[in-house]
């Protein structure tokens, strides 16, 4: 018998070490570093790519980063997408297309054993769950780095250096990036809110048991579960 690991590795790798590897070499894209007087100033990858053998420390030292920093990236997007916005929104859970997964499905199969149904619950999650998140934390990075753009840009007056279809371009293709991410994120989540609620339906409280299916726990439902005849 297969077992199951508790952490999925691409549910690792895909949204939380992409983004955090993201926003890090975004971060040295982005940091200043002035020079004598201030007079000039050039970027920490400037730096880095200048010096004689940093790259590679650079390239170790951001998959070092990755992970803790997108974990920070994960949690952000779940505290503020999730529990503050409310995503995905109710009113927009019953227009959204069903996913392939769930094209594939149709009809869904009753199934009665709880190692089918979790096996499903696994595939569901690999399949829409996490590219939801990793469009999610992706979304955030990128959102990051466009505030930090605009407040680097009016810091510096950039444009008295940049030309304006720099200055407004770039902020409208990263917005447009960011839109697209974040109805990905939202349709993700609500596709795969709908196939888990298929394949795991609430039960009500005194609901029989599904054939073949184990039967609920006396704590779990209301009512005297002591068979007749034993002792009160």
């Not at 790259?55 to 980063?65: D, E, H, K, N, Q």
């Not at 590219?131 to 466009?146: E, H, T, W």
């Not at 753009?149 to 009016?154: D, E, L, P, T």
């Not at 960011?178 to 888990?196: D, H, K, N, W």
Request: aromatic share 10%; hydrophobic share 50%; charged share 15%.
């Amino acid at each position: 018998m297969r077992r199951l690991r508790a952490f999925l590795m691409d549910e690792l790798l895909l949204a939380q070490v992409v983004p955090g590897f993201l926003l890090c070499a975004g971060w040295a894209v982005m940091y200043e570093i002035y020079h004598e007087d201030g007079s000039y100033y050039t970027t920490l990858m400037q730096e880095i790519l200048g010096g004689e053998g940093l790259f590679p420390y650079f390239l170790v030292s951001a998959l070092l980063m990755a992970f803790p920093v997108g974990l920070a990236i994960d949690t952000v997007r779940e505290v503020v997408g999730e529990r503050w916005l409310g995503l995905p929104r109710t009113r927009f859970a019953c227009d959204v297309p069903s996913s392939p997964l769930q094209l594939i499905l149709q009809p869904l199969l009753p199934i009665n054993r709880p190692e089918e149904r979790y096996a499903l619950y696994r595939v569901a999650r690999a399949s829409l769950l996490i590219p939801a998140k990793a469009a999610g934390n992706v979304a955030v990075v990128l959102l990051m780095l466009l505030i930090w753009f605009v407040v680097k840009i009016v810091r510096m007056q950039g444009w008295h250096v940049f030309s304006w279809l720099f200055i407004l371009g770039t902020p409208v293709i990263g917005l447009a990036i960011v839109a697209s991410l974040c109805i990905r994120y939202e349709t993700g989540l609500s596709q795969f809110q709908r196939l888990v609620e298929e394949i795991m339906p609430p039960r009500t409280v005194g609901a029989p048991p599904p054939p073949g299916g184990v039967s609920p726990s006396p704590h779990a439902v209301g009512g005297d579960q002591r068979p007749p005849g034993y002792p009160t």
